[in-house]
């Protein structure tokens, strides 16, 4: 890892110091912050900590911005490292530990914010394939863990990098902007999905719809839930 230049969040003063010390599969999160782009965002890294040491790189290196309009206020991932070293000791976080490392940078962005993270990478694979064959972007590995962090509101996928200085494509997702519009969203995602699954399933694309299909069985469940939830109130 290299932390020349690179301060703890806390030291900086910086919004992600409510990230410091949050758990992740038996350990402690710590949050550097690297230098700022000419845009506006900042670097930051995550690593980290238990008794016994501290990581040798990041689980997590991305970008965050901030500022006075919904739009402004985003985080963007550049790499998520899984698997990882502590004094020597391998670290692999599970599934339900990135789930729960979305929904910490997912509190971190206020309503009508985003997630963007790339989907070039070997980690995101399926996602890739998933949206080369026409699946909604949130029946997706990485748009199914956006949505269960609350940033499933609405997808942007950026195919076509506008400009070298954009990257690799990514996947970004928004946050409801209120109450309304989160149920407004909810509906057009119900019959998305609905819709999706109604679909006749392409012969090269069998393995990775019937998976899309069985997320989409669990996101209709909770919009269910929801629904019920909001009419009760």
């Not at 010390?21 to 710590?30: T, V």
């Not at 309503?111 to 064959?133: F, K, N, Q």
């Amino acid at each position: 890892m290299h932390n020349k230049g690179w301060i703890p969040a806390a030291t900086a003063g910086h919004p992600l110091s409510r990230l410091e010390g949050k758990p992740l599969g038996g350990h402690s999160l710590q949050v550097l912050i690297g230098p700022r782009t000419r845009y506006g965002a900042d670097y930051f890294q995550v690593t980290l900590s238990d008794a016994k040491g501290i990581s040798s790189d990041f689980i997590l290196l991305a970008l965050f911005h901030s500022g006075p309009y919904p739009g402004y206020n985003w985080v963007e991932v550049v790499k998520l490292s899984p698997e990882i070293q502590i004094s020597g000791r391998d670290i692999s976080l599970a599934e339900t530990d990135i789930e729960l490392l979305f929904g910490y940078l997912s509190e971190m962005i206020p309503p009508g914010g985003h997630i963007m993270v790339e989907y070039e990478s070997e980690l995101w694979s399926e996602t890739r394939r998933a949206l080369d064959c026409g699946i909604p972007p949130v029946l997706t590995p990485l748009g199914f863990l956006m949505f269960k962090a609350g940033c499933g509101m609405a997808f942007k996928d950026w195919y076509f990098a506008e400009g070298g200085s954009e990257g690799p494509r990514k996947l970004q997702g928004y946050k409801a902007l209120n109450r309304e519009h989160r149920i407004a969203r909810e509906k057009d995602i119900s019959t998305e999905i609905q819709a999706f699954i109604d679909k006749e399933t392409p012969h090269h694309c069998r393995q990775v719809w019937a998976t899309a299909r069985s997320r989409g069985g669990e996101i209709l469940a909770t919009l269910n839930d929801q629904q019920i939830a909001d009419a009760k109130r």
